[in-house]
């Protein structure tokens, strides 16, 4: 079935550098993907709307210059933290609609956890 | 393994209706519990959540849902829905345990379908 997965699981960086986390949709096509971040004890938070060939869309508060999105392709949405610091340390996962006619199901990655040290 | 289990994947009902979406989780230690909604277009919405204190939680909307952990279940329920209620439902677990346990498992999504 259609499946979409997030790499890497697990990163450590220091802090001051970037790091890059991929988003694949492997069976399906997908124009939008969704990032999404969690803090501890919180529930998910919308970073921002990721969309094929064109900028994301960025929620309010969220720091477009830092927390790049790149959706090249139909299958590959990428997020970019860049000069990470360690409060950027959390939970980072993406979502992908799989459009069927009138309905459409939402694949979520598996997420990948971010430590900033 | 941990896991999410969604009882029903498709859920279609009438305006008025009551509604109960089963949510059952296999997780070792402390748990957190969500129950998120998408609707048709939008992102990701947090309905409700459960960390701990009583275990019937309130939730946005008119939904609420009971965290019985002798059944490891988080139901989620609404005793009349509404046609704006239509959307995908998703139940989520996060264990509060160090290491691999921090991850948010999800389960599949229910798709709820209320006619007018």
């Known amino acids: 079935g259609a499946v979409v997965s997030q790499h890497p699981s697990w990163v450590i960086c220091k802090s001051g550098t970037s790091v890059k986390i991929e988003c694949r949709s492997l069976?399906?096509?997908?124009?939008?993907m969704f990032w999404y971040r969690q803090f501890p004890k919180q529930s998910l938070m919308l970073m921002a709307t990721?969309?094929?060939?064109?900028?994301?869309?960025?929620e309010q508060g969220v720091e477009k210059d830092k927390f790049l999105i790149n959706h090249a392709s139909l299958t590959l949405s990428t997020l970019t933290v860049t000069s990470a610091h360690p409060e950027d340390s959390s939970f980072y996962i993406c979502?992908?609609?799989?459009?069927?006619?009138?309905?459409?199901?939402?694949?979520f990655g598996e997420g990948s956890w971010l430590t900033v040290v | 393994a941990q896991s999410v289990s969604q009882h029903n994947h498709h859920v279609i009902l009438s305006e008025a209706a009551s509604l109960e979406l089963g949510c059952n989780y296999s997780?070792?230690?402390?748990?957190?519990l969500f129950w998120y909604v998408q609707y048709p277009g939008q992102h990701l919405q947090l309905l409700l959540k459960?960390?701990?204190?009583d275990p019937l939680v309130k939730g946005i909307k008119g939904f609420e849902a009971e965290f019985i952990k002798s059944k490891f279940s988080f139901n989620l329920r609404k005793p009349s829905v509404q046609w704006s209620d239509t959307a995908e439902y998703f139940c989520?677990?996060?264990?509060?345990?160090?290491?691999?346990?921090?991850?948010?498992?999800w389960g599949l999504g229910t798709s709820l379908a209320v006619n007018p």
């Open positions: 069976d399906f096509q997908a124009t939008t």
């Open positions: 990721s969309n094929e060939g064109s900028k994301a869309t960025y």
């Open positions: 997780y070792g230690g402390t748990v957190n």
């Open positions: 989520a677990a996060s264990s509060l345990n160090a290491g691999n346990n921090r991850k948010l498992i």
């Open positions: 459960y960390f701990s204190g």
């Open positions: 979502s992908a609609p799989l459009i069927r006619g009138a309905g459409n199901t939402i694949y």
